[in-house]
């Protein structure tokens, strides 16, 4: 399978504890985007990379949000002392410069 | 930012008939797709549209970049075209080059 892979699936984590998911794209791709998804919603862009570069954080929802991408292939989105509401769908896209995007599956997170 | 408008919100038909999904947004944009996102979440690439038509077997997509709208249409429809449509963009020129989405259409397709 060449898509794009995200683990895990599934997380379920207790308030105030971190988190980190991992995305591994589409191997000819330089471009790694990050998403949230919450019920009933369209998702919501969060960053992107190029290559290693971070070049869009400004999205990033607080400043227990980050990301890296640290040898421009697969990329980690850490949520630190995590609340309630961060409980979401977090998605992974990759694409080639500006050209189609392909998700992965998506990560489900759970704070209880 | 770009505001992306889907309509309708919902949408239920019988099996074999057809459908118009429509996208509307605000501003230029350089990069359009079509998504359908099955019930496990995943989201699955309709079509890779910024602007013209094309079709894949029952599905086509046309974009009018200049009036700033495209349309999904689903013909014979089958019960496993049943979930949510999202129509997202990318606005030309912008800083942050993600996806911008819309709310989606929850398109219910009954036996």
């Known amino acids: 399978d060449t898509g794009v892979s995200q683990d895990p699936r599934h997380k379920i984590t207790k308030r105030g504890q971190n988190v980190t998911f991992r995305c591994d794209p589409i191997?000819?791709?330089?471009?790694l985007y990050w998403y949230r998804q919450t019920l009933g919603q369209g998702p919501e862009f969060l960053t992107y990379f190029q290559n290693e570069a971070q070049l869009e954080k400004s999205r990033l929802l607080s400043d227990r949000f980050s990301a890296e991408r640290p040898k421009g292939s697969f990329s980690t989105l850490e949520i630190q002392r995590t609340e309630q509401g961060d409980s979401a769908m977090y998605l992974c896209a990759s694409s080639p410069e500006e050209r189609e995007a392909f998700f992965g599956q998506g990560t489900r997170l759970t704070v209880v | 930012g770009i505001q992306v408008e889907q309509s309708p919100p919902d949408l239920i038909l019988q099996e074999g008939a057809n459908s118009t999904l429509r996208c509307n947004f605000s501003d230029s944009v350089n990069n359009l797709q079509w998504f359908h996102q099955n019930p496990w979440g995943q989201l699955i690439n309709l079509f890779y549209i910024p602007s013209g038509t094309k079709q894949n077997g029952r599905l086509s997509a046309t974009t009018v970049a200049t009036e700033r709208y495209s349309l999904l249409y689903i013909s014979s429809s089958q019960t496993t075209d049943s979930g949510v449509y999202f129509c997202?963009?990318?606005?030309?020129?912008?800083?942050?080059?993600?996806?911008?989405f819309g709310k989606g259409t929850h398109l219910i397709i009954q036996p």
């Open positions: 191997s000819e791709h330089n471009r």
């Open positions: 997202a963009v990318v606005v030309a020129g912008g800083g942050a080059d993600g996806l911008t």
